[in-house]
């Protein structure tokens, strides 16, 4: 590596690292066993946030004492001093990061292409077809496939400037308002939360496929206790676990794209040529228009997990340099493994097939388009190793959840904004007490032996359905707040580290496609499709339909948790939205010493051949 590369990656590694390092070092005389169990304790010199966001006027009594009084103190008779939120506090609590940043350009990439694929694409992509046909499944998922391309473009803008603790969360207390980040923090932890036992629970039931007869809470342990121990392994583990998990998920989507071609040219075994009969017969859409719009929330499902990439700018060597090529990859996630997948699928089976219709919840890999497709061709052994690599998704997936949940929850933590316990980080980096908080959610997955296992998922996804699109809409909006206040200040773009290639009009693009899906899902909640008649009667694949209010709410719970958490933070510390000209765009902002590194940069690039010009601006 080139010495401004390692000056690069240096910087990019901060103090933070080094506060720690001494207080670790000490112990490598110690026997292994000990050092273990003291990598678990508390580092006294680190916090994930090191300065807390003073709340109170008793905490400012105490940073008083250590001359730590700011502008923004109040008297004690103001109103507000009981329950009173410091922005400029907040802003230096999450630029202070002190998680290990060990995550390198392989894993960014590999969380980028691969961090989302799980239960959304293999196995909820058969409700999608069943519901709204081939046609509509294409059109819902490039749908949601634009949409992301401009949210994580705006996303990357965000993250390799301010590559901060809590990600989203704080965007939107920066940028928008500190009730708008409180309830965007705790909506994003709840949905990887509730993720965690979905999935625990969908791996348990893709085992089904092999031996139905051994009881489900024995994988429930096997899987749940697999997930905390990467996790527990810190931020490294997590990405090497991914790495691995993207290529085996990778891997198996091309073979099936590979496989699902020559499938379509020679037929299946009882039939000839296939092509394009089932657009034609039963159809390329289902449902009219309500069909195409019920598919968006799943889709959007399936998508979740993109934006675990900004999450990691936190814990990352050098985001100037892993970024921006994993927020790119993005595009080829979406054209290859979705867009061209989802095509060969809608080929290859028609919506009306009988076991679409069996499916009884999101998790039912038994209903899989992609393990269909195989079974019909006649194929033996590959329904198994496409079930294998379902479970290993699925597990992928759970690893995120903790992840996700566990770097929300401790960043929300020394904001003030959860229990302060949760912001517990040890000697290693890991922030210890939200990890095990997050993974003791996972127990809900022993709900999965009950028998009335459907409701209990469906239930459980309800939470989380439609928290991505409040995650992903949050995002543009933060970026478009963040553009108005860079150009107010007199910043150039030039002054970027990295650049939205879809620009302020990206971000109002999918802040608008956002928007259109939370309108449609609300059409399809209040006023739903009627389901099949061979789910109400005289079938083998009959299961209870629930009422006009449960479906309700089972497609739109989302809205009042989301509601509740704003307005209550609202109303208790009293917010507002924060004006452009009092928006902090300087604490926490990695410059990256950028006039250096981009003349360095221009003159490698100039003696690149054309291809490589094209391929380094796509990737």
């Known amino acids: 590596m080139s010495t401004l590369g390692l000056k690069e990656e240096s910087l990019a590694q901060g103090s ?22 003291d990598s678990f304790r508390r580092d006294p010199n680190a916090r994930i946030t090191p300065t807390p966001v003073i709340t109170s006027f008793d905490d400012r009594d105490r940073h008083d004492e250590d001359g730590m009084s700011g502008p923004n103190d109040l008297a004690p008779h103001d109103p507000r001093s009981r329950h009173y939120f410091d922005m400029h506090a907040a802003n230096l609590s999450t630029a202070n990061t002190l998680l290990a940043r060990e995550l390198k350009g392989r894993h960014l990439q590999m969380i980028a292409i691969g961090g989302s694929i799980g239960t959304g694409l293999f196995v909820a992509s058969g409700k999608s077809l069943n519901y709204g046909g081939p046609a509509s499944l294409l059109i819902a998922y490039g749908f949601i496939g634009i949409m992301l391309y401009c949210t994580v473009q705006a996303l990357g803008e965000l993250a390799v400037t301010f590559p901060i603790a809590g990600s989203f969360s704080a965007y939107s207390t920066r940028f928008l308002d500190p009730a708008w980040g409180f309830a965007m ?102 449902n009219g228009f309500k069909g195409l719009c019920s598919v968006l929330v799943t889709a959007a499902f399936a998508f979740a997990g993109t934006e675990l990439v900004g999450l990691a700018a936190a814990e990352t060597v050098n985001p100037r340099k892993s970024l921006p090529t994993a927020i790119k990859q993005v595009f080829w996630r979406i054209t290859l493994f979705y867009i061209v997948a989802l095509t060969l699928v809608g080929l290859l089976v028609p919506y009306n097939h009988p076991k679409l219709l069996g499916a009884k919840n999101m998790a039912d890999a038994s209903a899989s388009p992609f393990v ?72 809900l997955g022993y709900l999965g032996d009950l028998d009335q296992q459907s409701d209990v998922l469906n239930w459980l996804l309800a939470v989380s359905g439609l928290s ?33 290639q879809a620009g302020v009009a990206g971000s109002w693009v999918g802040l608008s496609f956002n928007v259109l899906v939370l309108i449609a899902q609300f059409w399809t909640a209040a006023w739903p499709i009627a389901p099949p008649a061979a789910l109400t009667a005289g079938s083998e694949y009959q299961m209870a339909v629930p009422t006009a209010v449960q479906n309700f709410f089972l497609q739109y719970l989302a809205v009042p948790i989301v509601a509740t958490f704003y307005f209550s933070y609202k ?32 003159d490698e690039q100039k003696s690149w051949p054309l291809w490589k010009k094209i391929y380094r601006f796509l990737c």
């Open 372 to 443: 269909i497709a195989i079974e019909s061709a006649g194929i033996d052994v590959l329904p198994g190793v496409m079930n294998s690599v379902i479970l290993v998704a699925v597990i992928s997936v759970g690893n995120s959840a903790v992840f996700g949940s566990s770097r929300t929850l401790a960043a929300l933590a020394d904001q003030r904004q959860a229990p302060r316990i949760l912001g517990y980080v040890d000697r290693r980096g890991r922030p210890l007490v939200a990890i095990v908080v997050a993974s003791l959610v996972g127990l």
């Open 571 to 602: 109303l208790w510390f009293r917010t507002s939205i924060i004006r452009t000209k009092d928006i902090d765009i300087d604490t926490g902002r990695r410059d990256f010493n950028l006039p250096i590194l981009i003349a360095h940069e221009n």
């Open 16 to 37: 933070s690292w080094s506060m720690r390092e001494p207080s670790y070092a000490g112990s490598r005389r110690t026997p292994m066993v000990q050092r273990w169990f």
């Open 185 to 286: 923090g705790w909506n994003y932890a709840l949905q990887w939360m509730i993720v965690l036992p979905l999935e625990i629970v969908a791996a348990s039931i893709t085992v089904g496929y092999w031996n139905s007869q051994i009881n489900r809470a024995v994988f429930v342990s096997i899987f749940l206790f697999t997930i905390v121990i990467i996790n527990l392994f810190g931020v490294k583990g997590y990405g090497e676990a991914e790495f691995v998990f993207a290529i085996v998920k990778i891997t198996a989507v091309i073979g099936f794209i590979l496989l699902g071609v020559v499938i379509n040219i020679g037929g299946f075994p009882n039939d000839g040529y296939i092509g394009g009969k089932y657009w034609h017969n039963p159809g390329a859409f289902h």
């Open 468 to 500: 991505s699109i409040f995650t992903w809409g949050s995002i543009c909006m933060a970026h478009i707040r963040f553009r108005r206040a860079w150009a107010a200040k007199h910043h150039s773009l030039n002054e970027l580290a990295f650049r939205s």
